[in-house]
């Protein structure tokens, strides 16, 4: 799975916008072993809506004042689908990006 892979996760499942997409491959390269990580892609969950790296997996949440049961629906999926996915798997792809 690469990078960009992942950022289509994102958009299926958590609306993330597309033309994101080379921001969050940049940041994930430069950052991927800062801790703690966290990328605000907004999506579904609005402002607060982030993606963590937790213990070597991906992780989303949004801000606990904008939750709503819909978007507790969509997290649980999302995370879920996140969950399939380690760091160890997309870190070589990023030593290809220039």
């Known amino acids: 799975m690469t990078p960009g892979d992942l950022w289509d996760i994102l958009i299926v499942y958590g609306?993330?916008?597309a033309h994101d997409?080379?921001?969050f491959v940049t940041y994930l390269k430069e950052h991927q072993a800062r801790h703690p990580f966290e990328f605000r892609f907004c999506g579904h969950f609005g402002?607060?809506?982030?993606?963590?790296?937790?213990?070597?997996?991906?992780?989303?949440?949004?801000?606990?004042e904008d939750r709503t049961s819909d978007r507790d629906a969509w997290?649980?999926?999302?995370?879920e689908k996140l969950g399939e996915v380690s760091?160890?798997?997309?870190a070589p792809h990023l030593k290809e990006i220039a």
């Open 15 to 17: 609306d993330a916008s």
């Open 21 to 23: 997409r080379l921001q």
């Open 47 to 64: 402002f607060g809506g982030k993606l963590r790296i937790v213990e070597g997996k991906f992780k989303a949440d949004y801000y606990p």
């Open 75 to 79: 997290l649980k999926v999302l995370n």
């Open 87 to 90: 760091l160890a798997e997309i």
